[in-house]
């Protein structure tokens, strides 16, 4: 009985972890692009496990500011809408995919809801971890993701 004791209390402790090691703000640089995402993972629990939220400044304004994205671990998207574009209230949707293991992105969207099409496959980028603003201007890099 007191085997079960100690096993349960480590499993309480475990669980009290968990949250905190899944938690943090990492920053993406997406290496041949000016676009640059923000993203903080966060421990919600049920199916999902972990929720990615943050911004991405995907027509590369520099301004410190981007449009939400959110999704789970590794891959998220959003409908980018930048309210001070004027005119501009929609358009598609887009989805990255990261893989971490080969440190290569996949960028797919839809124009339409049917149809989907590659904005950017197999792209190179790095992260760093804890809050940071990738959301500046890349001169060196003129071209955004979504640019074709």
Same mark, same amino acid.
């Given at each position: %009985?007191k085997e079960v004791?100690i096993? #349960? =209390?480590a499993?309480?402790?475990a669980a009290m972890?968990?949250?905190?090691a899944?938690? &943090?703000? $990492?920053c993406y640089? =997406?290496?041949n *692009?000016?676009?640059?995402l923000?993203?903080?993972?966060? *421990?919600?629990? #049920?199916?999902?496990?972990?929720?990615?939220?943050g911004?991405?400044d995907?027509?590369?304004?520099?301004?410190?500011?981007g449009? =939400?994205?959110?999704g &789970?671990n +590794?891959?998220f998207?959003?409908?980018?809408? /930048?309210? /001070?574009?004027?005119g501009l209230?929609?358009?598609? +949707?887009? +989805? *990255?995919?990261f $893989?971490?293991?080969?440190?290569?992105?996949? =960028? /797919?969207?839809?124009?339409?809801g049917?149809?989907? %099409?590659?904005?950017?496959?197999n792209?190179? *980028?790095?992260?760093?971890?804890?809050?940071? +603003?990738?959301? $500046?201007?890349?001169?060196?890099?003129p071209?955004?993701t979504?640019v074709?």
């Amino acid at each position: %009985m007191k085997e079960v004791g100690i096993w #349960g =209390l480590a499993l309480v402790v475990a669980a009290m972890l968990v949250p905190s090691a899944q938690a &943090g703000t $990492k920053c993406y640089v =997406l290496t041949n *692009f000016c676009d640059g995402l923000q993203v903080t993972n966060i *421990f919600v629990g #049920g199916v999902q496990g972990t929720e990615s939220v943050g911004l991405w400044d995907w027509v590369c304004l520099g301004q410190g500011t981007g449009t =939400l994205i959110s999704g &789970g671990n +590794n891959a998220f998207g959003t409908q980018p809408v /930048y309210p /001070y574009i004027a005119g501009l209230t929609a358009g598609f +949707n887009a +989805n *990255f995919k990261f $893989k971490p293991l080969i440190a290569e992105f996949d =960028l /797919y969207g839809t124009f339409d809801g049917v149809t989907s %099409m590659a904005f950017q496959t197999n792209q190179p *980028f790095t992260t760093t971890k804890g809050a940071c +603003n990738p959301l $500046k201007a890349r001169q060196a890099k003129p071209r955004a993701t979504v640019v074709q």
